[in-house]
């Protein structure tokens, strides 16, 4: 099989580094370079043509995650955010999961990459590459200065925001149906977390972000307006998901958009169930294509954060999802863009070269 007709994949957004801390943090790190239960590790990379991404550091609130993912397979929900998590509470877990992931690193599972030139070093060597990311700005404080010390050690994307708030703004509650227009828009702090991403090249992340929030980022920010994982909202009326208007400002600001594989995010009826056909997947795709272009859309797993339909249930199956693209019509050249070369693309433009 040749690489170019099977393009390697570069994905938007994983949890990975929650999942380890869960299973005892540094001393989990070397059971991903031999395989490790969940969506993602050493070998199913290797299995599925997966060449790495972004790897998230989360912060989790105390939260039932099966009760959780039983109100969402309800006709209509909308759970209640975990409250606002403080930087000190925070920072432990967030030196803690980066630790993690340098240990990955120092044991040879991924390289972190810093610039797209090290992204196409690791992808030609064979190694997975990982951004390191940050999923809700908890562990940053007010002044800025942990972002600049974690820029210092590799951070380059942050999303301000998973859902629940934090001193820089508000994301969306897990609603259906519901749009994403619930909420003010960035603080003070946000304002300036904008700007300080801005010079520093860190992308940030809209994911998650309420549309106030989306909004205020598109006016101050100087990078194109990225979504690491999400979808369309016209197909599946979640507040997660991105309204055609959003896209159209993705769009103009050459930004770029990830296929988040949540079921929850691609049913029409916005259900946490895994019975959705790779079809279900493509027909967002398609949306996404034509609203943003085919040179701004990728793919957002939300490996190892969310239920995802059963044909690409770890990244082992992910030739499942391409043969899918070739049968659905899509070319080689479309292929290999929404594969990885989108995600080098934006990144390009967002880090410099």
């Not at 010079?199 to 990225?226: C, R, T, Y």
């Not at 034509?290 to 249930?313: C, F, I, K, N, W």
């Amino acid at each position: 099989m040749s690489q170019q007709l099977h393009p390697l994949i570069f994905d938007g957004h994983n949890d990975v580094l929650l999942k380890l801390y869960r299973a005892g943090g540094v001393s989990a790190a070397k059971s991903f370079l031999t395989g490790c239960p969940g969506a993602v590790d050493v070998p199913s990379a290797k299995a599925g043509g997966f060449a790495g991404g972004f790897f998230a550091v989360y912060v989790p609130s105390p939260t039932d995650l099966t009760l959780k993912f039983e109100e969402m397979t309800k006709p209509e929900y909308q759970l209640v955010l975990p409250d606002a998590i403080d930087w000190a509470d925070a920072a432990p877990v967030v030196m803690a999961q980066t630790a993690i992931l340098f240990e990955m690193e120092r044991i040879g599972a991924l390289k972190i990459c810093r610039t797209v030139a090290d992204i196409r070093a690791a992808m030609a060597a064979g190694v997975m590459a990982a951004i390191y990311h940050i999923e809700g700005a908890e562990g940053i404080d007010a002044d800025l200065h942990t972002l600049d010390v974690l820029h210092q050690a590799g951070l380059r994307s942050i999303g301000p925001v998973w859902s629940r708030p934090t001193i820089f703004g508000e994301g969306v509650p897990f609603r259906y149906p519901s749009g994403p227009d619930i909420g003010g828009g960035l603080t003070e702090a946000g304002v300036r977390l904008v700007k300080r991403c801005n010079e520093l090249k860190i992308m940030l992340d809209l994911s998650h972000l309420n549309e106030a929030g989306f909004w205020d980022v598109a006016q101050l920010s100087d990078a194109p307006l990225v979504a690491t994982h999400s979808n369309a909202h016209v197909i599946c009326p979640h507040s997660r998901n991105l309204t055609d208007k959003q896209l159209a400002a993705i769009r103009e600001s050459d930004g770029m958009v990830g296929l988040n594989f949540a079921v929850a995010f691609l049913r029409d009826d916005g259900k946490m169930l895994a019975d959705v056909p790779l079809t279900q997947m493509l027909r967002h795709l398609d949306h996404l294509i034509e609203q943003v272009g085919e040179d701004r859309v990728g793919l957002g797993s939300d490996y190892d954060g969310a239920v995802v339909p059963e044909d690409v249930t770890s990244c082992a199956g992910l030739p499942a999802l391409r043969a899918a693209m070739v049968e659905h019509g899509y070319g080689e050249s479309l292929v290999a863009k929404l594969c990885h070369e989108n995600w080098l693309r934006v990144l390009e433009k967002t880090w410099g070269a």
